[in-house]
């Protein structure tokens, strides 16, 4: 049983996509008012999946957050394990038993929490409404996700409480002098681009000839265009066919080396403040690239990393002491999943978490929670 971030899937979803224009512009181009629950919901209807005294989960929930994974790890070029959904099942489980457990006090402590997580992500976006388009495609409102995350944000505080943890400054302090190479922050850039596209958005074949070379001029001319003074912003919006960026006239989020293709990469980190790149080709299309600022790399202080240094040992402990208290509250809250093929897969599920918790104990006692 997971406690970190059970709307991790569903909250990050919207920040790779962001990213991913940068990576994968062909891929962005899909429609993003499309949403597949709307439609799934509208030909089956919204049945529950699973109940317990005092709550119950429709489908809707878990396809939500499974949805946007799924574009997430689709994104990224990659695959979600086979037991994801159950996982995810089992997660938005415990959410509902722990609420139930939650006092005032971590109601108000889970709202700070969740307040502090929407705006850090929210940072990660040029724009509000940039963000808003990203949640939008993973099929969730602003709203929605305020309300989950305060959910999450909740339960989590009620199972620290319930489990007692406490994460010290001198856990934490000693946490970052042990590890020295978690807190190098490399060098960042921050930058704008024009994306004229020579492959077919859908099928990522290249485009006719004749169109690819009517790009390159087209292209050449916005350079001609942005070195006579012309807004290099003003034209990525009307010219640029990268939807994730163009309405926020071509910006995109700082980034540092190893996330971007090789060529937008090399041609970003060599600009200087202000610079206008030559035209840069990639296998997605032609870009123009300018330099807005560049972040040296260097050394997160302890009172930066602090509060994430105690989340993550908080993590470490709840993994350790969570499984056993979750399962009693499984048990005390008349659990029945009500989907007989999630029903069939969660009792593999179950039972393999109760052999991993098994090992873990065996392998080292659980640590100390602290006062």
Known sequence: MKLSLFLSAALMAGVMAARAATQNAAQLTADTNANPQVAMTALFGDPAVAKGKGFEIKRSDLDQV???????????????????????????ITIQLLLQQATPADQAAGKIEADLQYTNLSKRFPSPEAFARQLTAVGMTVAELRAKATQEAVAKAALK??????????????????????????????????????????????????????????IEDLRKRILAGEDFATLATQFSED?????????????????????????????????????????????????????????????????????????????????????????????????????????????????????????????????
């Open 161 to 218: 409480r319930e489990l007692n943890i406490s994460i010290s400054d001198d856990d934490a302090k000693d946490y970052y002098n042990k590890h020295p190479a978690d807190f190098e922050q490399p060098e960042m850039v921050h930058v704008r681009h024009i994306l004229l596209m020579t492959i077919d958005p859908a099928t990522h074949s290249p485009l006719l000839t004749n169109t690819v070379a009517a790009k390159r001029r087209q």
């Open 66 to 92: 499974v949805s946007g994974a799924k574009a997430n790890a689709a994104a990224a070029g990659q695959q979600l394990p086979p037991d994801f959904e159950i996982s995810v099942l089992d997660q938005l």
């Open 243 to 371: 939807p994730g960026s163009k309405q926020n006239g071509g910006e995109l989020p700082a980034f540092p080396r190893g996330q971007m293709v090789p060529e937008f990469e090399s041609a970003a980190f060599a600009l200087n403040t202000n610079q206008v790149s030559e035209v840069v080709t990639t296998q997605f299309g032609y870009h123009l690239i300018k330099l807005l600022d560049k972040t040296p790399a260097k050394e997160i202080d302890y009172a930066t990393a602090a509060t994430d240094i105690k989340e993550g040992l908080a993590r470490q402990k709840i993994a350790k002491l969570a499984p056993a208290y979750v399962q009693k509250l499984r048990a005390e809250g008349q659990v029945d999943i009500l989907d007989p093929d999630l029903k069939a897969q969660d009792a593999k599920f179950q039972a393999s978490q109760a052999a991993a918790a098994a090992a873990a104990a065996a392998e080292a006692p659980a640590p100390e929670t602290s006062k």
